[in-house]
């Protein structure tokens, strides 16, 4: 019998955020390491085209998808065993199946009121009533088990985290232009208030370049407008292929991330383990997780203090040893291998 992880969501169309990237990662990382491995994808996405192994079953996708998958053809055809949930929580139709839940972050609990309807429904009232019948819960980060296991009242384990893109297949890096990246959903828990006004401080020829899709609350109704009154100085690349955001890494000399809370911050990692300058909100996953050159400056700082803080990261990059050491960390495979450990 099948082990079978739940990407139907995850694989929708333009959803390439941090959690989904987690998601299709770890099934590249578990099919390498067991041949019973498979994935229920929406049919319409095209990001495991490329696996032709029998591994991914196409089911009709979208949160109606989502909500029947326990109902389809596919699923009693495959008969899982157990049912990994890395991206969202299983669909409340589901009975039966032990279910492995990894959960990102407290955020839906902590900072809900930021978020849209939905997201509170999915993330915060449907995770509580599903937790008591999970047969495992995981979390990417020591951190962020603790918290959830105080939220949610029974154990939460670390099963790690790592980059969500291919590091290897990044160009050259061409850092002979200053220019910053930001790489997140445009909603209020990333603090762009902050990255905005640092890009007004900026001195030309500085440009900020913000990745991410856009989301939920007053800075995502008013981004158009901040992005037509900063024209040159604040460029925004919406949802970017890996490709695409592998060059504007390479392309960046400073990333920067202002966020008021995270659950691990993957863009962060992966910046660092690329060798770029990190300056970053001083929270306390990013001291957990932040490589050792990283900038920490408080959610109180003022724009122009931002602007030279990250100037001076820009002037002083890391050491190759000190890069190959932080990015050694970081191992999809090692996730993979402790998470068919717990399932057995």
Known sequence: M???IDLVLATRPNASTGIERYAINLFRAMRARATNVVAFVDDRSTVLDDLQDGSMIKVPGGFRGWLGLSRTA??????????????????????GTPVYRIIHDDFPWTRGQAMNLRGRMLFKHAETRMAPRYRDIVAPTTL????LATILRRQVATIG???????????????SQPGVIAVGTIEPRKNYAAVVAMADALPAPWVVRVVGRSGWGPVAAEWESQLATR?????????????ALLALYQHATCFVSMSLAEG????????GSLGLPVVCSDI??????APPWARFVPLSIDANTLAQTVADAAATPPAADAVAAYRHQFSWHGIAQALLARIG
């Open 2 to 4: 099948t082990i079978a």
């Open 74 to 95: 596919a699923w009693r055809q495959a008969r899982p065993r157990a049912l990994v949930c890395p991206a969202f929580p299983p669909s409340p139709l589901l009975f």
């Open 144 to 147: 962020m088990a603790e918290s």
């Open 161 to 175: 985290n790592a980059p969500g893109i291919d590091l290897s297949t990044a160009p050259a890096p061409d850092r």
């Open 231 to 243: 024209a040159g100085k604040l460029e925004w690349h919406g949802h970017a292929s890996d490709t």
């Open 264 to 271: 691990f911050n993957m863009p962060l990692v992966e910046a």
């Open 284 to 289: 306390e996953i990013h001291r957990r997780v």
